[in-house]
């Protein structure tokens, strides 16, 4: 799997949108784009997943770039509980391999 | 249905002995996979099974560890003379396989203390 890039650490306050970044320069024309989440002391829970196309569901909102070598997460209202550290995956859905993590980034939302 | 689920959620475990924790899986999840995840980290692939398969190991996984699913249902991993550097949060996660659908749904982790 290719490997993707997100800085360590990002700050939010309560209520505002939050844009989550990932860099992916060597994504192939079959990766998919994976986020997860991970709250302390769980384990790590889906987000959302696209491959060309923006995506949005209840929780977030995926926007790709055309290139689609970079891509972000967007929360649209942060609240307390989205304190978690986020991680952007590539995958081969049609070779079904595991998702593999990198550290992700630690987003801390305050009141 | 109450997800994923992990047994035990805490082992404490002496230096040599030897540990099995066990995952049971969403119902009709055909994919279940182990991860290890130490402190500060990301978690880290050991393997997976499709149905009672094992297609895929880390070379994470020395020949200390092993995993069976049979029956393709509920998975066990075992550590045989446990390390301290064994001690980590080992994670499950399941999945019903397919191109356009493959959410993982993770368990909340068994966390291994080796002293």
């Known amino acids: 799997d290719a490997k993707t890039t997100q800085p360590n650490s990002m700050e939010s306050n309560e209520e505002e949108p939050v844009h989550l970044p990932c860099n992916h320069s060597?994504?192939?024309?079959?990766?998919?784009i994976h986020w997860y989440r991970q709250l302390p002391s769980q384990g790590p829970e889906y987000v959302i997943h696209?491959?060309?196309s923006n995506v949005n569901n209840r929780m977030a909102s995926l926007a790709i770039a055309e290139d689609r070598k970079s891509s972000t997460l967007i929360l649209h209202r942060a609240t307390l509980r989205d304190a978690a550290v986020y991680y952007c995956?590539?995958?081969?859905?049609?070779?079904?391999?595991?998702?593999?993590f990198g550290k992700g980034t630690t987003l801390s939302v305050s009141s | 249905d109450t997800g994923v689920s992990q047994d035990p959620r805490h082992k404490i475990t002496k230096r040599g002995q030897n540990v099995t924790f066990r995952c049971d899986p969403i119902?009709?999840?055909?994919?279940l996979y182990w991860y290890r995840q130490t402190l500060g980290q990301g978690p880290e692939f050991l393997t997976y099974?499709?149905?009672?398969?094992?297609?895929?190991k880390s070379r994470l996984l020395s020949d200390r560890f092993s995993a069976e699913r049979p029956k393709g249902s509920f998975s066990t991993l075992e550590i045989q003379r446990t390390e301290q550097g064994d001690s980590a949060m080992y994670l499950c996660?399941?999945?019903?396989?397919?191109?356009?659908?493959?959410?993982?749904?993770f368990g909340q982790g068994t966390r291994l203390t080796v002293v």
């Open positions: 996660a399941s999945s019903k396989h397919s191109r356009m659908n493959t959410e993982a749904f």
């Open positions: 696209g491959l060309t």
């Open positions: 099974f499709q149905n009672e398969a094992q297609l895929e």
């Open positions: 995956i590539l995958r081969d859905n049609q070779a079904g391999t595991a998702l593999i």
């Open positions: 060597t994504i192939s024309g079959t990766d998919y």
């Open positions: 119902s009709e999840h055909n994919r």
